[in-house]
């Protein structure tokens, strides 16, 4: 018999919940990807705008004073809740719950294996603490050739020490392109 992952018996979960809550699971995952797209569009301009002007260290302070802001600011356009997260955390403020978590493993198993993470999401209907129905959905976040300056493992002494000041708790480094870095986080409630 074949074993299967988390995410295969979370699938067979999502296709019940879809049936006995009514929603269209895929519409839903349309504008979750647009939500995602707005945000990464969003705070990756931002992030360049900053590189360009005053380099890495630049950037590194748009993180830690801008992100929550801009995605502050992209909730604030619609009815979904979008956030990121990781196993390995810059910022513990952005820790994964439970769900997020078990997704981020299952992620994280997938990208040992060789999946492609660009196209790797999760989602499903579940209910929360107080009954409600909510959609949830998760993308991974790839490490891009230009996130090694702050996330790999060769990162220059100033910005090292720049990272630790802002951070002091980090443990978002070390990372290789084409690894996971993370995941959009997103949940509309129903």
Request: net charge positive.
């Amino acid at each position: 018999m074949k074993k299967l992952g988390l995410l295969s018996v979370l699938l067979v979960a999502t296709s019940v919940n879809a049936e006995t809550f009514e929603v269209n699971i895929p519409e839903l995952q349309n504008e979750a990807k647009g939500v995602i797209k707005e945000l990464a569009t969003t705070l990756g301009g931002e992030l360049k705008k900053a590189k360009k002007s005053g380099g890495a260290p630049a950037a590194i302070t748009v993180c830690n004073t801008k992100a929550g802001p801009l995605t502050a600011l992209v909730n604030s356009k619609s009815d979904w809740e979008i956030s990121r997260t990781s196993l390995k955390l810059r910022n513990p403020e952005n820790a994964p719950d439970q769900w997020e978590k078990a997704a981020l493993e299952e992620f994280d198993k997938k990208a040992n294996i060789g999946a492609n993470l660009e196209k790797l999401a999760f989602s499903q209907v579940v209910v929360d603490e107080e009954g409600r129905k909510v959609f949830r959905m998760m993308k991974a976040i790839p490490v891009a050739e230009q996130c090694l300056a702050c996330h790999g493992s060769k990162i220059k002494p100033e910005l090292a020490e720049h990272l630790q000041k802002l951070y002091p708790e980090d443990k978002a480094t070390g990372f290789s392109q084409g690894e996971l870095r993370g995941a959009f986080s997103l949940k509309k409630y129903l």
